[in-house]
C-alpha cells in the first residue's frame, strides 16, 4: 500500500498482481535488499475465493506465472 497498491477485499493482494504488478516486483527488490534470502509469490489471494470462479479459471494460470516470474526477477536482479 506504502507503493500505491490498491489491496481490498475481495481481491486482496491478487490486485496488486493484476493491476500493479511493477509494485510487486518493488516490494521483492526491497525485501531482498533489507536481506531476505528467501522470496516467496505474491500468488496466496489467487484462488476463487478471491478473485471469482471466472477469473480463477480463466487467468489464474497466467497470474500464477506472473507471480513466479516477478519473484525470479527480482531474486535474480
Known sequence: MRLGAELKQP??????????P???RKVHQEFISAGSE???TN???LVPFH???DRFWKEGAALLRLAGRLAR???DS
Open 73 to 75: 526477477e527480482a531474486a
Open 22 to 24: 511493477d509494485i510487486v
Open 38 to 40: 528467501v522470496v516467496t
Open 51 to 53: 478473485i471469482g470462479e
Open 11 to 20: 481481491e486482496w493482494s491478487s490486485l496488486a498482481l493484476i493491476n500493479a
Open 43 to 45: 500468488s496466496y489471494a
